[in-house]
């Protein structure tokens, strides 16, 4: 597509209920990136994945997280258990790979909003 | 591990006038890449501009440039002429050169262009 693209925009769920974040990047990006932005926070890094190698996963706070990324495309982050400290902005970007990511940066998505009630 | 610092959570300016955002990092390489990106309240990322590290020359894109010091781990942002436009959270970010670490951000800091 022409921009990363995430779904939902905004969502509210329940505290103990598992929730799923999709994020669809941009065509022939193969570097996909997620990070979570609490309020008065910096975007914190979450999982990174490049290509075929395996997800760089150093950022995941605790074994409630995960994420996959099918075919190379999409990802989904998968939160369960949800609990109240988990509620921020969760942000997805893509990238061509190693030094072009350098040259032009990352291309982010709007976010999803995870409220948990 | 690499960190970055902007100390300035939030800063106002006036319409037309010039405003500097402030950042410094902490890193033992040597070859690394700077950037600054603007979130306006539609949450999206905007990459605003780059800066190599193994460059001694201030990047500048249009109305905005860098004061880049290496020495001092230093990188802040100059926003000329501020545009009401400008209103938004801007955050820094570090990138090694070598290998595949992701962006590294600062907590950013809230931008208000007023009238």
């Known amino acids: 597509g022409a921009g990363v693209s995430q779904s939902p925009s905004n969502k509210v769920t329940e505290k103990g209920k598992d929730v799923e974040l999709r994020c669809d990047p941009i065509?022939?990006?193969?570097?996909l990136y997620w990070y979570r932005q609490s309020l008065g926070q910096g975007l914190e890094f979450l999982i990174y994945?490049?290509?075929?190698?395996?997800?760089?996963k150093s950022g995941l706070p605790s074994d409630r997280f995960s994420a996959e990324r099918t075919g190379g495309s999409v990802s989904t982050l998968t939160i369960q258990r949800t609990q109240q400290e988990d509620s921020a902005v969760y942000l997805c970007?893509?990238?061509?790979?190693?030094?072009?990511?350098?040259?032009?940066?990352?291309?982010f998505g709007s976010g999803t909003r995870l409220t948990v009630v | 591990a690499q960190t970055v610092t902007q100390s300035q959570p939030e800063m106002s300016v006036q319409e037309a006038e010039t405003v500097t955002l402030s950042c410094t990092y902490d890193?033992?390489?040597?070859?690394?890449?700077l950037f600054w990106y603007k979130q306006p309240p539609s949450r999206q990322m905007i990459l605003v501009i780059r800066?190599?590290?193994?460059?001694?020359q201030n990047a500048t894109e249009n109305r905005f440039s860098v004061n880049f010091q290496k020495a001092a781990k230093s990188f802040s942002l100059k926003i000329s002429d501020s545009q009401l436009g400008d209103t938004a959270m801007y955050f820094c970010?570090?990138?090694?050169?070598?290998?595949?670490?992701?962006?590294?951000f600062g907590k950013g800091t809230r931008l208000s262009v007023i009238a």
């Open positions: 970007a893509s990238s061509l790979a190693g030094g072009d990511s350098r040259v032009h940066g990352y291309t």
């Open positions: 065509s022939g990006h193969t570097a």
């Open positions: 994945f490049q290509g075929n190698s395996a997800p760089d």
């Open positions: 890193t033992s390489e040597n070859n690394y890449y």
């Open positions: 800066q190599e590290a193994y460059k001694q």
């Open positions: 970010a570090f990138m090694k050169r070598s290998g595949n670490t992701p962006l590294v």
